[in-house]
Nanobody
């Protein structure tokens, strides 16, 4: 069993920045993959960024150059640094991890980009 808890969401103006955190109940280095998804009202959940156990990192085209995924193994925490935020980034952001072929989800944190 894996527990994931997101934090760091909130209201930010366009062009601003936020850093989301994902606290895991075990070492994130053991995960087969870890990443971030988001779901806007009326839309399907989409992949934002992920890193696999082999070190492969992928980003959605819409966030390339603006978002950065990272982690701190000592703190069992993953991060999503979001810069140059746009209104279309508004969504609930979810942390997710895969361990032994099973996907786990956090509860989500709301990000609202508005002036």
């Amino acid at each position: 069993q894996v527990q994931l808890v997101e934090s760091g969401g909130g209201l930010v103006q366009p062009g601003g920045s936020l850093r989301l955190s994902c606290a895991a109940s075990r070492s994130i280095s053991r995960f087969n993959a870890m990443g971030w998804y988001r779901q806007a009202p009326g839309k399907e959940r989409e992949l934002v960024a992920q890193v696999t156990a082999s070190g492969r990192i992928t980003y959605a085209d819409s966030v390339k150059g603006r978002f950065t995924i990272s982690g701190d193994n000592a703190e069992n925490t993953g991060y999503l640094q979001m810069n140059s935020l746009k209104p279309e980034d508004t969504a609930v952001y979810y942390c997710s991890a895969i361990l032994y072929g099973v996907r786990f989800w956090g509860q989500g944190t709301q990000v609202t980009v508005s002036s």
